[in-house]
C-alpha cells in the first residue's frame, strides 16, 4: 500500500514538472526514473521490516533455547 501510494505521488509530480518543461523527452525520462527510484525506496523498506521481524523471531527463539538448555 505504501509502496503505491508512494509512487502514485513520484508519478504525479514527476508529469507535473513535465507539462511545465520544454524538455519532454528528458522530463519522461526522469519522471520513469523518479518512479522507479521511488518504487525501489519502498521495496526496500518493506524488506528492512521483513528483516527486522525475522531478526526478533530469531532472538525469541535463541532466547528459548537458551533458557531450555540452561535447565
Do not use: R
Not at 518543461?21 to 518504487?39: F, K, M, Q, V
Not at 518493506?46 to 523471531?57: G, P, Q, R, V
Amino acid at each position: 500500500m505504501t509502496k503505491s501510494i508512494a509512487l502514485s505521488f513520484v508519478l504525479a509530480a514527476s508529469l507535473g514538472l513535465a507539462a511545465c518543461s520544454g524538455g519532454h523527452e528528458n522530463a519522461t525520462n526522469n519522471a520513469a526514473n523518479a518512479a522507479e527510484n521511488a518504487s525501489n525506496a519502498a521495496d526496500n523498506a518493506m524488506n528492512a521490516a521483513l528483516n527486522a521481524a525475522d531478526n526478533a523471531a530469531n532472538a525469541a527463539s535463541n532466547a528459548t533455547n537458551n533458557a531450555a538448555n540452561a535447565m
